[in-house]
């Protein structure tokens, strides 16, 4: 039962290409990725245009021409990684006609044992598909194999009649096929479960801070290309809370977070992202499509001052728009929006506390990197 359960949880994990691409952008190796890609697909792409004058490779006008257009499609993908770092759904058509690719190529074969080999490519297409996105993904690259598979192995069978040939290439394509995609989605998915853990903030169960800048990123993502769009972030400070501390005892206090952070998750919305940055401090992140969450604060703050402690809110608020695809520039931008929505908190608290105040100046992506990158220059 629990197999199952850990099976059904495995098959609906979402894609991670964005998380991935943000972290490899973190870390400056983007590039290297972008260039081995490419040397990869390029590599690939040359091999039905070299068996075009083996024997072994296509041996009239509409195979030949199904090799080059096959080469043709792997040239406009190993392009595409040379130029830029692909969106997602460009990484997904790349996977996908990489595949077709792969598969007309090994068809194209006159020697069905030369195609039949040539399927151990789609182990490598499915090794990139498991480590970005999803296993749906994977099991859709795993099929085109199957199939490509089966037809050059009675090929071979009906050509030669060597059945045990046959047998060891069809156990060579599918442990390659099987073994490395299913066992790096497997990986993926363990890490992606631990760091999920590890990353709660162990009283409210909340993401600490290093999980809110990364589900964040991948909230910008999911919603960057919906025109109008802004990104808002809330930051929560408790007043009084050291008082509570001081004259309830710490066990009060614990009780008065936990208290505040089912509040919070109550009165936001189940795709928004929510923090707990710091002892009593609280950010909420979500889409919107103003970028003043003036509704959402004063709700949140209402839901606080309920709780049966004896806490209020200081809340800031700031937004800006989702305009920019480059993580690096919405990695900025969340780091901006966080600073600017503590400035605003501090004037609520100064003002008495209880209150919402909103930055009102809306700086964008670009801006955010334009302005980050100045100051690195200087």
Not at 13 to 35: H, K, T, V
Not at 191 to 215: A, C, E, I, K, M
Not at 300 to 315: C, D, G, H, K, Y
Request: aromatic share 8%; hydrophobic share 45%.
């Amino acid at each position: 039962m629990g197999m199952v359960r850990w099976g059904g949880r495995w098959w609906k994990q979402p894609d991670q290409y964005d998380w991935i691409s943000a972290y490899l952008d973190e870390r400056g190796i983007q590039i290297i990725w972008r260039y081995a890609t490419f040397a990869f697909t390029l590599a690939i792409t040359a091999v039905p245009i070299l068996l075009l004058w083996s024997p072994a490779g296509p041996d009239n006008t509409a195979t030949v021409l199904v090799a080059i257009t096959a080469a043709t499609i792997g040239v406009g993908g190993a392009l595409l990684w040379l130029l830029r770092w692909p969106t997602r759904r460009q990484s997904v058509v790349y996977s996908l006609m990489g595949a077709l690719a792969v598969g007309a190529m090994c068809l194209a074969m006159s020697n069905p044992y030369t195609g039949l080999m040539g399927c151990t490519i789609f182990a490598i297409i499915g090794g990139v598909v498991a480590y970005f996105h999803t296993i749906g993904l994977t099991v859709i690259n795993l099929t085109l194999a199957t199939v490509c598979s089966a037809i050059l192995a009675y090929r071979l069978i009906a050509t030669t009649g060597d059945v045990t040939l046959t047998v060891a290439s069809l156990i060579t394509v599918a442990a390659l096929n099987i073994g490395i995609p299913f066992g790096i989605q497997s990986l993926m998915h363990t890490l992606r479960t631990d760091l999920r853990g590890t990353d709660r903030d162990p009283l409210t169960g909340l993401h600490n801070r290093r999980s809110f800048h990364s589900t964040v990123y991948e909230l910008m993502m999911l919603d960057h290309h919906r025109a109008g769009m802004y990104l808002v972030m809330v930051m929560i400070d408790l007043d009084n809370f050291k008082q509570l501390n001081d004259t309830q005892g710490h066990e009060a206090g614990d009780q008065a977070l936990v208290s505040v952070s089912a509040a919070l998750q109550e009165n936001c919305r189940s795709a928004a992202v929510i923090g707990r940055v710091g002892g009593e401090e609280f950010l909420v992140a979500d889409v919107d499509t103003g970028p003043n969450p003036a509704k959402l604060a004063e709700r949140l703050r209402r839901a606080i001052a309920e709780v049966p402690f004896p806490v209020t809110a200081s809340i800031g608020t700031a937004g800006a728009p989702l305009e920019s695809s480059s993580a690096r520039a919405n990695l900025r931008l969340i780091d901006d929006l966080i600073r600017t929505s503590d400035t605003a908190m501090y004037e609520a608290k100064r003002a008495g506390g209880n209150r919402v105040c909103h930055h009102s100046t809306i700086v964008s992506a670009r801006d955010a990197l334009s302005t980050a990158e100045s100051r690195h220059d200087q």
